[in-house]
């Protein structure tokens, strides 16, 4: 699954709602960091983006978005060429980031807005989504990106969608059923199996349970089927069910058919599209 979703966004890039989910996510994690904007890990990350895009954004000299692709702190180089004191440095870090975009600004020669431009890309703080056209500027800007891209999978998709426990505990029927955890074992249930624990003894099969199960599915007296279309639905077997005429009764061992819902949110369901009787 994890494969085929990365060639999945490789081949076909991001999806209009996934590159929203991305800014979303990103701007999010801005608003909680502190700091310059550019010194930002969330504002770096974009940087980073649009550089590899073979943009600029706006505001950001050519070392901050050299440093920012290669994941090297602005403070770690000590290059004389680009900063040749510690008071040209300071009198760098001081000027406000308004000033820059407005000296950008002034030297755009009018013929393109400056959000349009791929030399003059917004910054991280300034995306608006509810701006239709610069959204699908950026859009069509990094949706082909693959860093981009393997951020969105690692920070958002997979986390949300393959939670898992990093330690859980796991036990099974031979150390249930013998002496290991209980000293007293009074009964134990589950499908009939010859795989009994030792101390449990061979399994007593109930003479003619077998036939009596087999009797009652096949009887059309008691059991009855529907066909249900190839491309059915949770929703739409849910809604099957909670509209059946006459109505049912029970789901049960429904587990492998209704999937990503828990009972009450099942529940719920059904009461909310049918089950008028209730």
């Known amino acids: 699954v994890i494969g085929n979703s990365i060639l999945a966004y490789r081949y076909d890039g991001m999806r209009a709602s996934d590159f929203r989910a991305l800014v ?3 701007r999010g994690l801005m608003e909680e960091e502190y700091g310059r904007y ?20 706006r505001g950001i000299d050519e070392f901050t978005a ?3 692709t290669d994941g090297v702190e602005a403070e770690s180089k000590g290059d004389s060429n680009n900063f040749s004191s510690s008071s040209q440095a300071d009198q760098t870090e001081s000027k406000n980031a308004l000033e820059a975009v407005a000296d950008e600004l002034a ?4 013929q393109e807005l ?10 991280l703080q300034l995306v608006d989504l509810r701006n239709e056209e610069l959204a699908d500027f950026l859009y069509e800007l990094l949706r082909h990106s693959p860093a981009a891209t393997q951020y ?3 920070n958002v998709v997979f986390p949300e969608t393959m939670r898992h426990q990093g330690q859980k505990l796991s036990n099974n029927g031979q150390v249930l059923g013998g002496s290991m955890l209980f000293g007293t074992r009074l009964g134990f249930s589950g499908t009939p199996s010859d795989l009994l624990p030792v101390e449990l003894g061979t399994c007593k099969y109930e003479k003619g349970s077998d036939g009596k199960m087999l009797h009652f599915l096949t009887t059309p007296g008691i059991t009855s089927y529907e066909n249900i279309a190839h491309d059915w639905s949770i929703e739409g077997l849910l809604d099957q069910v909670a509209n059946a005429d006459p109505p049912y009764h029970a789901l049960i061992d ?5 999937t990503g819902m828990t009972n009450l949110e099942v529940a719920a ?4 599209h049918g089950l008028k009787d209730m």
């Not at 010194?39 to 550089?51: A, G, L, M, V, Y």
């Not at 429904?254 to 209704?258: F, K």
């Open 24 to 26: 979303k996510h990103l």
């Open 38 to 57: 550019e010194k930002r890990p969330s504002c770096r990350e974009w940087i980073k983006w649009i550089s590899r895009a073979g943009g600029r954004v």
């Open 66 to 68: 050299t440093a920012a």
């Open 107 to 110: 030297e755009l020669d009018g």
């Open 114 to 123: 400056a959000e349009y431009r791929l030399d003059n890309v917004v910054p």
């Open 152 to 154: 969105y999978l690692h």
């Open 254 to 258: 429904s587990g492998a058919l209704i």
């Open 269 to 272: 369901y059904l009461l909310e």
